[in-house]
């Protein structure tokens, strides 16, 4: 190898070394940014689990702020952020607050003249209710309604589709209008 050769890769690699020290630091600064990132998702989660399907006015926290959606009832965001300088992240996540007993119409349908056979619950959790109790009502709320934060979801209460296509003399408690789709059309 000639002298001049060497001299060119030395001056090469001089130029390069800056480049080589930022490829380096970048996989410690995109996990120290997705550290903070998790960080900040479990705070939203937990907050909105908090005051899901409650009555409770959410409280703003250290880390994560809260405001009414606009235009929406009983609908909240949640932004929740970690971390400092360039590594700061941020999370909003949506959710809502339970329905209060005086919108749902007595909860119990006397409003349209309908009798069930069970109180409507005054909140539902994010769970669907098992296939051996599809309503609830036969022990699954009893003895989950706690660990769950609230009544279990009937299966023709799953989707949109499902509820119009109920039977609203079948059901066992009133969820007509249930996540704010309107009246059956058979109520």
């Given at each position: 190898m000639?002298?001049v050769?060497?001299m060119?890769?030395?001056?090469?690699?001089?130029?390069?070394?800056?480049?080589?020290?930022?490829?380096s630091l970048?996989p410690a600064e995109?996990?120290?940014r997705?550290g903070?990132?998790?960080?900040?998702?479990?705070?939203a989660?937990?907050f909105a689990?908090?005051?899901?399907?409650?009555l409770?006015?959410?409280?703003?926290?250290?880390?994560?702020?809260?405001?009414?959606?606009?235009g929406?009832?009983n609908?909240?965001?949640?932004?929740?952020?970690?971390?400092?300088g360039?590594y700061?992240?941020?999370?909003?996540?949506a959710f809502?607050?339970?329905?209060?007993d005086s919108?749902?119409?007595?909860?119990?349908?006397?409003?349209s003249?309908?009798?069930?056979?069970?109180?409507?619950?005054?909140?539902?959790?994010g769970?669907?209710?098992?296939?051996q109790?599809?309503w609830?009502?036969?022990?699954?709320?009893?003895q989950?309604?706690?660990?769950l934060?609230?009544?279990?979801?009937p299966?023709v209460?799953?989707t949109?589709?499902?509820?119009q296509?109920?039977n609203?003399?079948?059901w066992?408690y009133?969820?007509?209008?249930i996540?704010?789709?309107?009246?059956?059309?058979?109520?």
């Amino acid at each position: 190898m000639n002298i001049v050769s060497t001299m060119v890769g030395m001056s090469l690699m001089g130029a390069a070394a800056p480049m080589v020290m930022n490829m380096s630091l970048a996989p410690a600064e995109a996990a120290k940014r997705a550290g903070n990132f998790g960080v900040a998702e479990t705070a939203a989660v937990v907050f909105a689990a908090t005051y899901e399907g409650t009555l409770d006015i959410p409280t703003d926290t250290d880390t994560c702020l809260s405001e009414s959606r606009e235009g929406t009832e009983n609908a909240y965001s949640v932004t929740c952020t970690s971390g400092t300088g360039k590594y700061v992240q941020s999370v909003t996540r949506a959710f809502r607050l339970a329905v209060p007993d005086s919108d749902l119409v007595n909860g119990d349908g006397s409003a349209s003249g309908r009798e069930f056979a069970f109180e409507t619950p005054t909140r539902y959790s994010g769970h669907q209710c098992p296939i051996q109790d599809p309503w609830g009502v036969y022990g699954h709320n009893d003895q989950y309604y706690v660990a769950l934060g609230g009544a279990c979801m009937p299966a023709v209460a799953w989707t949109q589709t499902k509820y119009q296509f109920s039977n609203p003399d079948a059901w066992l408690y009133d969820i007509n209008n249930i996540k704010g789709w309107g009246d059956h059309p058979d109520y």
